[in-house]
Nanobody
Framework: QLQLVESGGDLVQPGGSLRLSCTGS????????IGWFRQAPGKEREGVSC????????NYHDSVKGRFAISRDDTENTVYLQMNNLKPEDTAVYYC??????????????????WGQGTQVTVSS
């Protein structure tokens, strides 16, 4: 089972930027498609972005297209989520996980293993 740890969440003003990191252990990390998800209070968890093994393909929720960028560095066992032009509606706990289906199916994807603790992102003035 792939163990992942999220970090990088913070309080930021609208229009600001953050970079989240998702770090895993083990040599198998590179073979997994990794997704970022978020859950706001009172809402269901939703897929935000996903990157395939090798980084050959990516996918984004419509609400973050053009503002968020996902990338991976398999030498560091890390997937990044660069978030720009943040909006109050981006406020949520962000989770990363190995996904249980191809990144093209992000809308219905879930965790292949388990959810971690997440990292809190708060966008507020």
């Amino acid at each position: 089972q792939l163990q992942l740890v999220e970090s990088g969440g913070d309080l930021v003003q609208p229009g600001g930027s953050l970079r989240l990191s998702c770090t895993g252990s083990g040599s198998a990390f590179q073979y997994y498609d990794i997704g970022w998800f978020r859950q706001a209070p009172g809402k269901e968890r939703e897929g935000v972005s996903c990157i395939s093994d090798g980084g050959h393909s990516t996918n984004y929720h419509d609400s973050v297209k053009g503002r968020f960028a996902i990338s991976r560095d398999d030498t560091e066992n890390t997937v990044y989520l660069q978030m720009n032009n943040l909006k109050p509606e981006d406020t949520a706990v962000y989770y990363c996980t190995a996904v249980d289906r191809p990144c093209s199916e992000l809308r219905t994807a879930g965790t292949l293993h388990s959810w971690g603790q997440g990292t809190q992102v708060t966008v507020s003035s």
